[in-house]
């Protein structure tokens, strides 16, 4: 059974910062199943990436996905207020623990 | 634009069945999965099954003695049951939908039920 790390657990940031969030899985990851979500409370997980580089449906170019093999990066190239929340990374039916990204 | 929405009891009692529903519109059933994930409170998501619209399904190991998903085509739905809960099974759950043809992913959720296990 694959299993994902995220790192780091929690990302302290300010408004217009970069984000870098990592995935790094136990073994080889397919890209084709990697896909990154965001997690707001109170509301539903948002599909962000799939693919581990495609953008989902209306999600803003900010935000970008990459890596192959065990290790994969969602990037948030200048984060803004609605940004801050938890990230995760899935494979298959496997969630990665998430980092959150919190306000500075 | 698809839409998952889903209901059920949010309150039982250790040993009683949780029961969900998940009405899917403004889509197909066809050529998807069916999935139900939760989320214990202060933790991440945990996938618990699938199922297509087929009928076939796969559930986590961890909890497949206790759970059976179900699917109704005529009315657009698919149902969560789990046996015996305990304090354990506390969560946010979620139906959401699967998206296997090329990629792996889960592009529409439902709005999440909060199920709480307490004596």
């Known amino acids: 059974e694959i299993v994902l790390t995220q790192s780091p657990g929690t990302l302290s940031l300010s408004p217009g910062e970069r984000a870098s969030l990592s995935c790094r899985g136990s073994e080889s990851l397919t890209s084709n199943y990697l896909a990154w979500y965001q997690h707001k409370p109170g509301q539903a997980p948002r599909l962000l990436i799939f693919g581990a580089s495609h953008r989902a449906t209306g999600i803003p170019d900010r935000f970008s996905g990459s890596g192959s093999g065990t290790d994969f990066t969602l990037t948030i190239s200048r984060l803004e207020p609605e940004d801050f929340a938890v990230y995760y990374c899935?494979?298959?039916?496997?969630f990665g623990p998430g980092t959150k990204v919190h306000i500075k | 634009q698809v839409q998952l929405q889903q209901w059920g009891a949010g309150l039982l009692k250790p040993s009683e069945t949780l029961s969900l529903t998940c009405a899917v519109s403004?889509?197909?059933?066809?050529?998807?999965?069916w999935n139900w994930i939760r989320q214990p409170p202060g933790k991440g998501l945990e996938w618990i099954g699938e199922i297509h619209h087929s009928g076939s399904t796969t559930y986590n190991p961890s909890l497949k003695s206790r759970v059976s998903i179900s699917i109704d085509t005529s009315k657009k739905q698919f149902s969560l049951r789990l046996n015996s809960v305990t304090a354990a099974d506390t969560a946010l759950y979620y139906c959401?939908?699967?998206?296997?043809?090329?990629?792996?992913?889960?592009?529409?959720w439902g709005q999440g039920t909060l199920v709480t296990v307490s004596s």
């Open positions: 899935q494979l298959l039916d496997t």
């Open positions: 959401a939908r699967g998206d296997y043809s090329s990629y792996y992913y889960f592009d529409f």
């Open positions: 403004g889509g197909s059933l066809s050529d998807y999965y």
